[in-house]
């Protein structure tokens, strides 16, 4: 009997522990609305045409099935929900933009089992007034994390695709 409930305490926290880093830490539109400062204004599609399924694809290094990406804009200012793969699961992240750099990067949910230190402002602090290079890299270095490296990369894969989506729609 005692073996028994030993090995259901140790399931239980396992489980808990697997599960400790997943989360919702805010809302789509809440995050929109925090962005412009402003009730969330309606949302607008972008396209993807040949070149930018070519970047997006390139940028991520693996295919991309979307035909379209939702955003919300107002002037100079964009606001992008994207996602993208961890290590295992999706990372959905709010990108806003303004006059075409980084103003905020925010995780808004969160489904690895681990790596959820990249939902911190110490981390995602860093994406802020980082601009697109012509290479499609950013301006600026983005420190890594020790074991959350996949969800590193992930974040800053979508901060690129933000600001190359960003210019193409605010340049007009």
């Known amino acids: 009997m005692k073996l028994n409930s030993f090995l259901l305490v140790l ?22 609305s925090q962005a412009f400062n402003a009730p969330a204004p309606k949302s607008k599609v972008f396209w993807l045409d040949d070149e930018a399924q070519e970047v ?33 699961s999706l990372i959905t992240v709010g990108i806003h933009i303004k006059n075409q750099q980084i103003a905020q990067t925010k995780v808004l949910v969160y489904r690895e089992s681990r790596g959820d230190e990249v939902r911190h402002d110490f981390f995602t602090d860093q994406f802020k007034s980082a601009k697109l290079k012509d290479d499609l890299q950013l301006d600026q270095h983005i420190d890594g994390i020790t074991g959350a490296t996949l969800s590193v990369r992930a974040l800053t894969k979508l901060s690129r695709i933000a600001l190359w989506l960003d210019n193409h729609v605010t340049k007009g």
């Open 56 to 88: 997006i694809e390139q940028i991520l290094a693996h295919k991309f099935k979307k035909m379209r990406l939702r955003y919300w804009q107002q002037e100079s200012e964009t606001v992008w929900i994207l996602e993208e793969i961890g290590k295992e």
């Open 11 to 32: 399931l239980a926290l396992t489980l808990s522990f697997n599960s400790h880093a997943k989360g919702v830490y805010q809302q789509s539109e809440d995050f929109i």
